[in-house]
């Protein structure tokens, strides 16, 4: 077993594993929303209502790089710009521009059949993320909630029982939280995601998954999908 990184086949790195791994040794499979089970990063689109996709957008990658070290006020700032979209526009979003990435279906379809429960855990919003995981037949969600008065956003987001923003110290918080509901170790535990604030739940998990990431991202993962679908995991995992 290489601990330096190995191309196991094209567009597929692996290191610090020793392919095939077996599917029903885990129990629980996690996943980031956006640019991960989605092909959009959701509040940059929205903001293109307001006609400040290019500000969000920058913003939105520097903390995917992990350039902006805090990804709640860097969460707050992009959601402050989205102020008086209309609802419809979310709409409009969800129904013209957010598609599954490939291999997003099989994958989570494979995943449930060998027994894991699922989960999303998204620093992106519920108004998308209950959907994706309703189309999805996703288990479990965590995500952000957008205030809205009167059709449109404020530009803030309403606190929950759990906490105020899901960052990535809350993906995983919230990946340990349900492996201890379960009994299981977070050993146990798959964890899929492309941006910095995916590493801390990824560091937890017993198998962490980089999906067409950012370069931080891919060096730290155990298995990095470079090309392809989701659903290429499957072959390192049987």
């Known amino acids: ?28 499979i996690a996943f980031d929303m956006d640019s991960t089970l989605i ?4 509040v940059d689109e929205i903001a293109d209502a307001a006609g400040r ?24 700032q992009r ?13 409009q979003v969800f129904t013209e521009r957010l598609r599954f990435n490939p291999g997003a279906r099989e994958l989570v379809a494979t ?19 209950d959907r994706v995981r309703q189309q999805l037949g996703i288990q479990f969600g965590r995500a952000n909630v957008l205030e809205v ?20 110290a809350e993906k995983r918080r919230t990946l340990l939280e ?14 899929v995601g492309d941006g910095a604030n995916d590493l801390p739940m990824m560091g937890a998990a017993g198998l962490s998954v980089a999906y067409h990431a950012k370069p931080a991202v891919r060096a730290q993962a155990m298995v990095a999908i470079n090309s392809g679908g989701l ?8």
């Not at 092909?39 to 959701?42: A, G, L, P």
């Not at 959601?79 to 709409?91: D, I, K, N, R, S």
């Not at 995943?111 to 993320?129: E, H, R």
Request: hydrophobic share 45%; proline share 6%; with cysteine.
């Open 1 to 28: 077993m290489s601990p330096f990184p190995t191309e196991f086949a094209p567009g597929l790195v692996v290191q610090g594993i020793q392919p095939p791994l077996k599917l029903s040794d885990y129990r629980l």
């Open 39 to 42: 092909n959009i990063e959701c």
């Open 53 to 76: 996709k290019a500000e969000v957008a920058a913003i939105t990658e520097a903390a995917m790089q992990g350039v902006i070290t805090d990804y709640k006020e860097s969460l707050r």
């Open 79 to 91: 959601v402050a710009l989205l102020q008086g979209v209309p609802v419809a526009h979310l709409e």
């Open 111 to 129: 995943a449930k059949a060998a027994g894991l429960a699922t989960l999303l855990v998204s620093g992106g919003f519920t108004f998308f993320s």
């Open 149 to 168: 008065q009167d059709g449109r956003l404020t530009g803030r987001m309403v606190d929950q029982p759990w906490g105020d923003i899901c960052d990535g």
């Open 178 to 191: 349900l492996a201890s509901l379960m009994g299981i170790a977070p050993r146990q535990a798959i964890a």
């Open 231 to 238: 659903d290429r995991l499957l072959e390192v995992l049987r």
